[in-house]
């Protein structure tokens, strides 16, 4: 699949490659969404990986201290560090938790206890020692929102579940309720796309019902399904667009279209001028990779 990446700038320095939304920057909130180069892991998890618990072949999971370093290297983007910043424990809901300023450093360093069990934070300009949240993924959609009245930024992890849960739509309204719509921007970062997703009845089903109780009748399941190449139709396999479904979410809780920005980088097939991956992909890899990251600065730091 070829690059298509409009409404995002790609940077490099040294050996990190990272995109970012211009709608973001423009509004001065520092981001990115990380490549899978420039870090110090090896094997599966080479280079820039920031899971500790998912595994290679042999059921190794990547070394603390390698993780921690690629959050430093990776960090260093937004002039913050690791411990000044957030991660949690994500399990594929829809629950968004506001960080609290005691939250600092959950999810990054050893020595302190994960957050939560969620899959977006919100990080408000009242917590004034919270510098940056962090998602990761390997082939979910990272989403990035920001108010640009209110400062106030979130960081979200969607794959199907949390997609069909709507968690994009929720934090999106939470944003929004502070101010206007109006003043919401999102961006809806490298992701696996609609050329290499192929899912089963299940996920047709749970986006179906998902789409009946949020557009009632005014929606067409094929706007983001479409039947697999190989089969006719009911044959209980579909390609689908995720970042499609996400983008309509978050537009239905009265976010502009014109807001929200969507990088089509398929994680699981896009490659450099190496013949490289671009991003760790699960699905690429059989399940055996590291996770790529996504941050977003608070608009106080």
């Known amino acids: 699949m070829p690059i298509n990446c409009s409404g995002f700038t790609q940077h490099k320095k040294g050996e990190l490659l990272t995109y970012t939304a211009d709608r973001f920057i423009e509004a001065g ?43 430093a290297r990776a960090l260093s983007l937004l002039d913050v560090l690791p411990e000044d910043c957030v ?24 020595h302190k206890p994960p957050m939560e069990d969620c899959d977006g934070l919100i990080l408000d300009p009242s917590n004034h020692k919270t510098k940056g949240i962090c998602i990761k993924t390997a082939d979910c959609v990272p989403i990035l ?20 849960a709507n968690i994009a739509g929720k934090a999106a309204a939470l944003l929004a309720k502070e101010s206007s719509p109006d003043d919401v921007i999102a961006a809806i970062g490298p992701h696996i796309g609609f050329c290499c ?5 299940s996920v047709y089903h749970a986006a179906n019902n998902l789409l009946l109780s949020v557009f009632a009748s005014h929606f067409d399941i ?70 790529f990251l996504t941050a977003i600065r608070s608009a106080l730091v």
């Open 145 to 164: 929102f920001a108010n640009i009245k209110t400062g106030t930024v979130a960081a979200v992890h969607a794959g199907w579940r949390g997609t069909t």
């Open 197 to 201: 997703y192929e899912v089963g009845e």
């Open 29 to 71: 909130f520092m981001h990115f969404f990380a490549a899978r180069f420039g870090g110090v892991s090896s094997g599966a998890f080479d280079s820039l990986n920031v899971s500790t618990t998912r595994t290679d072949k042999n059921g190794l999971c990547d070394k603390r201290e390698n993780v921690l370093e690629n959050y």
């Open 87 to 110: 991660t949690t424990v994500q399990v594929h809901s829809d629950r968004i938790l506001r960080v609290k300023e005691e939250d600092t450093g959950k999810g990054i360093l050893p």
């Open 222 to 291: 094929f706007d983001y399904f479409t039947p697999y190449p190989s089969c006719s139709l009911g044959c209980g396999k579909y390609n689908v667009s995720l970042a499609k479904l996400n983008k309509a979410l978050i537009a239905n809780v009265g976010i502009s279209e014109n807001n929200i920005s969507v990088c089509n980088i398929c994680t699981c097939c896009s490659k450099n001028e190496k013949n490289e991956n671009l991003f760790f992909s699960h699905r690429a890899s059989g399940g055996y990779s590291g996770t």
